[in-house]
């Protein structure tokens, strides 16, 4: 169990090899500081590609020593995409992050069907928060990739999010299948749909993992709430994952932790050959930091 993003920075920190990150079109001042961070705290070796001149110029103007750092020179975005996943895809790097371009030009690169990071699985997007009044970090997936999962898309998105946490030392991630009630409803998609997920992890056909579902947020991560409501389960109050219904109900949630909350998020895509750091030029520089440290325990 990790309480915080400091642990989890620690866990990447003390790891038997540094990861190797590619940032793509990495002219960029934002996402170079958030970088350089993850580079003198021993989490990281980038790699950069995009347009050299302006990247050494930011560096010298910020003070970021990367050392003999290997840059790729690019101009043109698509072609620096092209480029950073054929780095990934050769084995030249751990995990993709995303600089000062579209995101549509670089997954569409991603998804390409010849010369792309698809491995097939489905792509989703696992936010890790760490919220106050929780005693532990929670993923909450998928607000930003999928709008309206399936129950096939669902089991997928639990596959990737159980996934990362194994890969951060969890043995067994309490999986909350989440909806706006606890009791079974046949007219509602979603609760029907975590009734039977509940029952396929009870099958064994999904691993690694404990599903709780349909469950409601307050009996997901309040242990006292879960007693009064006289819910017996092991999720009660120690979700791990929340699955989310739809895309549009992940990113609200997210949202009101993050925005309303005090909360933090570190966010990463999921289920290509490498994970993909996403960032927004908005986002905190912790986020992007922690953000590229849950890429770095995520990758291979």
Known sequence: ???????????????????????????????????????????????????????????????????????????????????????????????????????????????????????????????????????????????????????????????NAVEVLHSLGYDDPKVAVMCGAEVLNKKAVESVDAAELKEMNKRGEITGCTV???????????????????FDSPVAGEADVMIMPSMAAGNLVGKSWTVSGGGMMAGIIVGAKAPIVLVSRGSSAEEKFYSIALAAAASK
């Open 1 to 159: 169990m990790l309480r915080n993003f400091k642990e989890m920075a620690e866990l990447v920190k003390a790891g038997p090899e540094k990861k190797r990150l590619v940032l793509c079109c990495a002219h960029d001042e934002h996402s170079l500081d958030a970088v350089y961070e993850a580079y003198k705290e021993g989490l990281i070796v980038p790699v950069f590609v995009g347009k050299e001149d302006e990247i050494k110029k930011i560096c010298a103007d910020h003070g970021f020593d990367f050392g003999d750092v290997k840059i790729y020179n690019e101009d043109d975005d698509v072609e620096a995409a092209k480029t950073a996943v054929r780095l990934i895809r050769e084995g030249e790097g751990d995990f993709l992050m995303k600089g000062r371009m579209q995101t549509s030009d670089l997954l569409r690169q991603v998804v390409n069907k010849e010369t792309g990071l698809q491995c097939g699985k489905i792509m989703s997007h696992v936010g890790l928060f760490q919220v106050p009044n929780y005693h532990k970090v929670v993923v909450l997936t998928d607000g930003g990739m999928l709008l309206a999962p399936d129950l096939e898309q669902k089991v997928k998105i639990i596959n």
């Open 212 to 230: 709780e579902g349909p469950i409601s947020y307050d009996i997901a991560l309040s242990k006292e709430i879960a007693e009064f409501k006289k």
